[in-house]
């Protein structure tokens, strides 16, 4: 089971997500910024590097939403979701295709990475 922990950043009324580079089996999926838990690393600590190295953004991690965990085949994932507030730094991409600051409600239109389907919609309907 591979741990990940990403955010969601809101701001404006907006969510931030991201787009995956045309490689591997996730080629070109929208996903939430974020990466896989290293040991000895708490899920906040993770989140806070990971979103410096991907988008040299500096956020302060906020609540846990919910975490999934999805069978790709050839391997699981867990995903954990946090909420992050974006306190520093100047958004550039590292890693990633594109990004988007998009309304929850529009969040359904974009192709997200199948882990993060359930998730979007439930975001999507503003249940939380
Ligand atoms: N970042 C991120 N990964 C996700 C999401 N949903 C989902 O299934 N994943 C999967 C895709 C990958 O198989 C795995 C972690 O992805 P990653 O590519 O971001 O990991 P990483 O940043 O640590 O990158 P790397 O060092 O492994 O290249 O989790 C999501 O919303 N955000
Ligand atoms: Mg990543």
Avoid at 39 to 58: A, D, F, N
Avoid at 98 to 127: H, N, P, S, T
Wanted: glycine share 10%; charged share 30%; hydrophobic share 40%.
């Amino acid at each position: 089971m591979v741990k990940v922990v990403a955010a969601v950043i809101e701001q404006n009324g907006k969510i931030l997500i991201c787009r995956r580079k045309n490689k591997d089996g996730s080629a070109g999926k929208w996903e939430f910024p974020g990466g896989k838990q290293e040991p000895g690393e708490t899920e906040r600590e993770c989140l806070s590097r990971e979103l410096m190295e991907e988008l040299c953004l500096v956020v302060q991690p906020g609540d846990k939403i919910e975490a999934v965990r999805h069978d790709y085949g050839s391997f699981s994932v867990e995903v954990a979701f946090y909420r992050a507030k974006a306190v520093g730094g100047e958004m550039k991409l590292m890693v990633h295709a594109d990004a988007a600051w998009v309304q929850k409600e529009a969040l359904c239109g974009y192709d997200f990475l199948e882990a993060d389907i359930g998730f979007v919609r439930w975001l999507a309907e503003g249940k939380r």
